[in-house]
């Protein structure tokens, strides 16, 4: 007997676990599917390799001209990668969102470009429910970090997180938190929505495609098709679809599903980073601290430098001995060696650099995903100058070594954006598709260029504006058979 429901959610992460759960609470029938599994505190483990197998996708890699790569993380588990990622909570600058209309011809419900103050409410909200709040509980490495900062004549401000007095400092964040003191969509929403509300979540089911069907009267989405983990296929139908499966997998899914517009999969944005270490004489424990209490935000926007830097973030051993490298590339043997020794003496920056968005995602012919990058040169000198800015900090900070990391993309955004123009974007300003009926986008895809800070309180910004659209919508539309 097949299954029907008012919305069916794909992916629980920042956006589609925000979606599901405030239509669930509004007494809607959800049915909220998520290819990881429902892991909770009590099964997070600062078990670096094992957290990476249970929680994250494979690593997927883009290649760069010269043989090098850039890395894709993303996680995969109840709660999306907000499960498994270190809480920081910006709102976005008013100039990111200048930049959405020049992108895709974007206004909001009034005709007028769509600007931060139409985002504002939804941010209260989710800040509410979150509890975010400032992180000024700075341990040593932020200190030491601090005087190269204002050695080069600027300075490091607290950051705001979703993170509350639970936090025990301690820095497993990317291995999922064992307090619950960290929140993620999983601990919050959908908690919450599993005890009170009508949502029904079933973890560890991959959806192949969204069921795509034409009566005459255009294309319309009525359902997916999903596997379970025994294999087998299950149809399951709603009066809407939304996908939210994260910036690549919902760009490859609507590829899978036969939606052919000319955005679909493109104007991907990396908001490419790197880690810049340094070398200190003493002690400084940056892995036993929540990862990011700070920031610098003197060259956030394009005409100072276009990069944020966060500090006092450093990877846990596994990733750490893996990824770093310097002038030479990667160490190896002795070099590699000294640097694991000397593990608890390292210190942290992470350089994040404004992107354009030249980056796409789809199929190749041999039917294998792909994931390409173009790096303009205005992107290279942005990346060139974060990486030469965050090694001066940590020398003027009084660093023996400095190495770094290739180029790392957490915050992959972009791939199905919004706007009013069908052929630069994918869905209208509520992430409804330009090309099939009662089909939505609800998740980092829609951004339609990259944030200059850490984007997921702006997805779920956008996703409690969708859900309620959506209820709007529900409320006209006819219910299910
Ligand atoms: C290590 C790390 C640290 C980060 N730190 C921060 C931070 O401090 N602050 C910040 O703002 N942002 C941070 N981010 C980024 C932020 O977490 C993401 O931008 C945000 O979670 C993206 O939301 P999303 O809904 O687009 O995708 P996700 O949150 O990634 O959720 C997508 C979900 O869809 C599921 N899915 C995918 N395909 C399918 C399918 N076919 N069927 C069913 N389910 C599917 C996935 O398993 C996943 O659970 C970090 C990311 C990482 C990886
Ligand atoms: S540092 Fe805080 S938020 Fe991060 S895992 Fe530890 S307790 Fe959780």
Known sequence: MSEHFDVIVVGSGAGGGVIASELALSG??????????????????????????????????????????????????VGGSTTINTKVALRAHERDIAKWHAASALTNEDGQPFSLADLEPFYDRVEKVLTVRERSDWEK?????????????????????????????????????????GKSTMNTYIARALAEGGLVLRSGVQVQRVIVEDDG???????????AADGSRHPAYARFVVAAAGALNTS?????????????????????????????????????????????????????????????????????????????GP????????????????????AMVNDENHGSVGFGPDGQEQIA?????????????????SRRVLQAAGAKQVCWTGIIST?????????????????????RSHEVQ????GDGSLLPRTLSVNPSLTIMALATRMAMHLEEALAQAPAAG
């Not at 009662?438 to 986008?441: A, D, K, M, S, T």
């Open 28 to 77: 809607r029938k959800v049915l909220l599917l998520e290819a990881g599994r429902h892991l909770t505190s009590q099964d997070f483990k600062r078990w670096e390799v094992k957290a990476n197998h249970d929680l994250y996708w494979p690593m997927r890699f883009a290649p760069l001209p010269g043989g090098d790569v850039v890395a894709f993380l993303s996680g995969k588990a």
């Open 217 to 227: 009267r255009g294309a319309r989405a009525t359902g997916v098709e999903y596997q």
């Open 438 to 441: 009662n089909l939505y986008v």
């Open 252 to 328: 490859l899914l609507l590829l899978r599903s036969g939606l052919k517009g000319p955005a679909v999969g493109r104007h991907v944005g990396l908001h490419p980073l790197r880690l810049v270490y340094g070398l200190f004489d003493d002690i400084q424990d940056s892995h036993r601290v929540y990862p990011i209490s700070a920031h610098c935000m003197q060259h956030q926007v394009d005409e100072d430098g276009g990069f944020v830097l966060e500090t006092s973030t450093i990877m846990d051993p596994v990733a750490f001995g893996t990824t770093i490298r310097d002038e030479r």
């Open 141 to 181: 490495s932020v200190h030491t970090a601090q005087a190269g900062f204002r050695a080069l004549g600027t300075d490091i401000e607290p950051v705001m997180s979703y993170t509350d007095a639970k936090c025990m400092s301690y820095g497993s964040c990317l291995q999922g938190c064992p307090t619950d003191g």
């Open 373 to 389: 990058v173009d790096f303009q040169p205005s992107e290279h000198a942005r990346l060139d100058a974060a990486l030469d800015f």
């Open 411 to 431: 915050h992959t955004q972009g791939g199905c954006r919004m706007g009013d123009d069908p052929q630069r974007s994918v869905v209208d300003r509520n992430g």
């Open 331 to 350: 160490l190896w043997g002795l070099p590699l060696i000294e640097a694991l020794r000397a593990y608890r003496r390292w210190v942290g920056v992470l």
